[in-house]
């Protein structure tokens, strides 16, 4: 009994530090959202993504609120957008994404989670060549047909419709539809479903490998232990690997 529960436990851990960590990551997109276009999430498409977004992982209205009040003062911290290239072990590339009030912390820290990896920070260009960005919608699969909603969105961008199925923080499996499109096509593609009210829970902007790297299980935990070290640090938003 002792082990199960701390499993259990282990898990529970896991998936708070997640949720935790979600609405750290969509607060600084609202902050940012509200500074770039204003409060009003029917002007500022940005905006309305990280609402819906903050909905996707049952954010609270009142944080969701206060980020926006808060991103409306001038006291509030600006975040500059950066973006970190470099290679795991074993030649996976990896691609950081961060939103940072100090780049001069956030540099030092990739650098060291690289080093500590045995990875290497690379430069511009040196290793996002390897992915394809894509805008990604993940839709609540209850009352959608693949087909119909793939004929339905193909000219407003939609290169790929499929299902697939998400764990919350407290254990619950929801059944999701998945909209993929080419990045220039974002924008009208979630204009698209925004007019056909289809529940949208999640929608972003995201880094796809054009190819993987297959590796033995020993070689594959220590990249992920690596990924691991990116996503546990507060100024990182998303991180992208070519690991299969």
């Known amino acids: 009994m002792g082990r199960a529960f701390e499993f259990r436990k282990g898990r529970k851990m896991k998936r708070w530090d997640r949720m935790s960590k979600d609405f750290t990551r969509i607060g600084k997109e609202i902050v940012m959202a509200v500074k770039e276009n204003g409060p009003n999430p029917d002007t500022n498409s940005r905006l309305r993504t990280a609402i819906q977004n903050a909905k996707g992982v049952n954010m609270p209205k009142d944080r969701v609120d206060a980020a926006i009040k808060r991103a409306s003062s001038r006291e509030e911290k600006d975040y500059q957008e950066v973006v970190y290239e470099g290679y795991a072990p074993h030649g996976v590339a990896i ?8 780049p001069t912390r956030t540099v030092a820290n990739v650098r060291m989670y690289f080093n500590r990896g045995n990875g290497t920070l690379g430069t511009s260009g040196s290793s996002d060549y390897t992915f394809t960005r894509k805008g990604v919608f993940k839709l609540a699969a209850e009352g959608l047909d693949r087909d119909e909603l793939e004929l339905e969105l193909i000219d407003f961008g939609a290169e790929d419709v499929y299902e697939d199925q998400e764990e919350d923080e407290h254990g619950h499996v929801t059944n999701l539809m998945v909209v993929e499109c080419a990045f220039p096509d974002f924008g009208q593609l979630q204009k698209a479903l925004e007019e056909k ?10 880094r796809v490998p054009n190819t993987t790297v297959s590796l033995d299980e020993e070689q594959a935990e220590e990249v992920l232990k690596l990924i691991d070290r990116f996503e546990e640090d507060d100024d990182v938003q998303a991180v992208y690997h070519t690991l299969g």
Do not use: H
Not at 95 to 102: F, L, Y
């Open 197 to 206: 009210g289809v529940n949208v829970i999640s929608a972003q902007l995201q």
């Open 95 to 102: 691609v950081v994404e961060t939103a940072t009030d100090n």
